[in-house]
């Protein structure tokens, strides 16, 4: 009697260490997954701000003007060339 419960016993020790062994083993995994996505994170964030400081830049109305002048050789509009549209006038 006393042989079998030895033997039991044995076989749960045995399935509670490869228990134990499995979780550390799963636990190793999901931290290395966790620093990944961490760094991921820190990246996205970086490339966040590069994109809003670049916005910011790409949207001031000096530089749009700038372009308009360069690219398009549009003039200011003044009064002189402006011309209104009065409602059944033909």
């Known amino acids: 009697m006393s042989g079998r419960i030895n033997i ?3 076989i749960a020790l045995v399935i509670c260490a490869l228990a ?13 997954e966790l620093e990944r996505a961490q760094a991921q994170s820190r990246q996205l964030d970086i490339e966040w701000s590069q994109l809003q400081l670049d916005q910011s830049t790409l949207g ?4 749009i003007e ?4 360069r690219d398009l050789s549009m003039v200011v ?4 060339r402006t011309q209104y549209l009065i ?4």
Do not use: E, W
Request: no cysteine.
């Open 20 to 32: 134990a062994v499995n979780a550390q083993y799963q636990q190793r995994r999901l931290f290395v």
């Open 60 to 63: 001031k109305h000096a530089r």
């Open 77 to 80: 509009v003044t009064p002189a």
């Open 8 to 10: 039991v016993l044995t």
């Open 66 to 69: 700038a372009s308009a002048h």
């Open 87 to 90: 409602p059944g006038a033909n």
